[in-house]
């Protein structure tokens, strides 16, 4: 019976289940990875997150972006070809992509796990004249170990890594990740880094907790997700979202609360799980940076911060780093 559970799982939902199972039985504080918050219900739900008043947080991205994006280019010598970890909705590399096409086409490597979104990416930008499209469907490293290697001789390539999708990564693993992007380039090649940055708690919580729960479903999603993938019996209704500000590790915390004692069946992880009332399942962390501590990154990634521009609506900041 055991055996025929996994036997009827594909690669990608074996290890959907070896990690659900890893996070929910841990003996102290139960977590799920937050990558899957991100499939096809979750992607749209966190668009609709980027579109709410109270977060502030893609609408800076895309002013900074917007607003400076001449700047950035005339500061990165061509001939250039640009890549971008996570493809996005395309709107916010749309002004990067047409202030290069002023002076030279480009070839543009978007770098994501789900087909799909590479699609709606190539969608979005393919009426821009001076650029090719070239999706490549890897994890982050890994694909850009392949674009690396595709490196015209003679020509750098600039790295995008927006909207602070870094601070989604655990306590010191944005700067091993930073070092793996950094051994992947060679000297003059550049990653333009977004990041959220520390600001009051009154605009910050109510970003991950707004009142038309678009968050909260975005954050239940994802056990919507292991009952519809791994067969599993949660009941949404008595889990509910909370949002808190971790001071220690200043990041805000995405966990799902059980609003009671309650067990729950995975079968097709092989396994069921109690919860005593009130016990939560983390699912997310969302760092906020300092100034401060985004150039001690910078360097301890191998990079040289050679600009940055902060958003003053909402402090957020792109950074400019040279690898050196
Ligand atoms: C994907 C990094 C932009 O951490 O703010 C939004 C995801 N989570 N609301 C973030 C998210 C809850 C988000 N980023």
């Known amino acids: ?5 996994i036997k009827e799982l594909s690669p990608f939902a074996a290890q959907f289940a070896a990690d659900v199972r890893a996070g929910l039985l841990r003996p102290a504080q139960k977590e799920l990875p937050s ?5 096809a219900t979750g992607s749209m739900l966190f668009e609709a997150i980027s579109v709410m008043p109270e977060y502030g947080l893609t609408r800076a991205d895309e002013r900074l972006l917007r607003r400076h994006a001449g700047d950035i280019v005339r500061l990165l010598p061509g001939p250039l070809a640009v890549s971008e970890l ?14 290069l096409c002023g002076r030279e086409a480009i070839s ?19 009426d821009i004249d001076c650029v090719s499209i070239l999706g490549v469907e890897r994890e982050y490293l890994e694909g850009l170990r392949e ?22 990564f655990d306590a010191g693993a944005d700067c091993r990740f930073l070092r793996g992007v950094r051994e992947t380039l060679i000297s003059g090649d550049s990653l333009l880094l977004g990041t959220d940055l520390v600001k009051p708690l009154d605009r910050l919580l109510p970003a991950y907790d707004d009142p038309t ?7 239940l999603n994802i056990l919507a997700r292991i009952n519809r993938e791994l067969d599993a019996d949660f009941n949404l209704r008595q889990f509910e979202h909370l949002a808190r500000f971790n001071q220690r590790t200043s990041s805000v915390e995405m966990h799902l609360r059980s609003k009671k004692a309650q067990t729950v069946t995975i079968p097709r992880a092989e396994f069921m799980v109690r919860f ?18 985004l150039s001690n990154l910078a360097e301890a990634s191998g990079f040289r911060c050679a600009a940055q ?16």
Not at 35 to 39: E, P, R
Not at 147 to 168: D, E, M, Q, W
């Open 35 to 39: 990558k899957y918050l991100y499939d």
């Open 86 to 99: 996570g493809s996005g909705s395309g709107k916010k590399t749309r002004c990067i992509l047409e202030a």
């Open 108 to 126: 543009y490597y978007p770098i994501e796990i789900s087909a799909t979104a590479l699609a709606s990416c190539e969608r979005e930008l393919a």
């Open 276 to 293: 005593v009332e009130g016990e939560t399942i983390w699912t997310e962390s969302s760092h906020k940076y300092s100034v401060s501590e």
């Open 309 to 324: 521009w902060i958003d003053e609506e909402w402090k957020f900041a792109e950074s400019l780093l040279m690898a050196e």
């Open 147 to 168: 674009v690396a290697a595709r490196r015209v001789p003679g020509a750098h390539l600039l790295v995008l890594f927006l909207g602070s999708t870094i601070g989604n």
């Open 213 to 219: 729960g678009v968050t909260a479903a975005f954050n």
């Open 1 to 5: 019976m055991i055996a025929e559970h």
